[in-house]
């Protein structure tokens, strides 16, 4: 069975600083792996995915992720944090079979201090 | 682009009135998800459906039913909602067609039972 795990319920940086939010995942077999953003009374919008291309995957808003099969880890990340990322962010992994469903981490809220 | 649209962005029930949640998707796209979101408990599945009139359960079914008459629209129904329902709700959608996982959510309805 698929599963996620988002280390850190609550990240809180400068703005202009490093933004590192965690995401490991389980799963038998080679997972889709995804980084959602849900701005406040919203919902969610995709900010990247990776489908076993390339492990470093770049997404909106200059925000990236790197695929590590050993740690079963993807971490997303973005150099340098601005007001406007200050959001809750969702890390998910495909079930991989017919039904299409995602399984969700329980998500992380950044908080951009300026 | 792909619009969702759900019917409601606030509403506010009493305790045992039958409520009807809806879903619109304008991208002939063959499968349709209910998620309500909790606080510190990410996304969770509740109905999914693949095709007109299909339906499957998802992880958190009890409480709710679903109805798919035509495919661009699916419905949440809570036959008598409860105060532990309260919650926001979001559809998604997704194209069988492309391979791909990625989902499309709507922008969410946040409803109250008191």
């Known amino acids: 069975a698929q599963s996620v795990t988002q280390l850190g319920s609550h990240v809180s940086v400068s703005e202009g600083a490093l933004v590192l939010l965690r995401c490991n995942y389980s799963s038998s077999v080679p997972p889709y792996l995804f980084w959602y953003v849900q701005y406040p009374n919203q919902g969610l919008q995709l900010l990247l995915k990776y489908t076993s291309a390339a492990t470093l995957v770049k997404g909106i808003n200059g925000f990236e992720a790197e695929f590590k099969k050993s740690e079963t880890s993807f971490h997303l990340t973005k150099p340098s944090a601005h007001m406007s990322d200050a959001a809750e962010y969702f890390c998910?992994?495909?079930?991989?079979?017919?039904?299409?469903?995602?399984?969700f981490g329980s998500g992380t809220r950044l908080l951009v201090r300026p | 682009d792909v619009k969702v649209t759900q019917s409601s962005r606030y509403l506010v029930k009493r305790t045992g009135e039958k409520v009807f949640l809806e879903c619109v998707q304008d991208m002939d796209h063959e499968n349709m998800f209910w998620y309500r979101q909790d606080p510190g408990l990410g996304l969770r599945l509740i109905y999914f459906?693949?095709?007109?009139?299909?339906?499957e359960k998802g992880d958190i079914p009890e409480g709710y039913s679903v109805s798919r008459e035509k495919k661009e629209r699916f419905s949440l129904i809570l036959e008598s909602a409860s105060t532990n329902q309260t919650s926001m709700y979001l559809c998604?959608?997704?194209?069988?067609?492309?391979?791909?996982?990625?989902?499309?959510f709507g922008p969410g309805t946040r409803l109250t039972v008191t």
């Open positions: 998604a959608s997704h194209d069988q067609g492309t391979g791909s996982y990625e989902q499309y």
């Open positions: 998910a992994v495909s079930v991989r079979d017919s039904s299409y469903k995602l399984i």
């Open positions: 459906s693949y095709d007109v009139k299909m339906k």
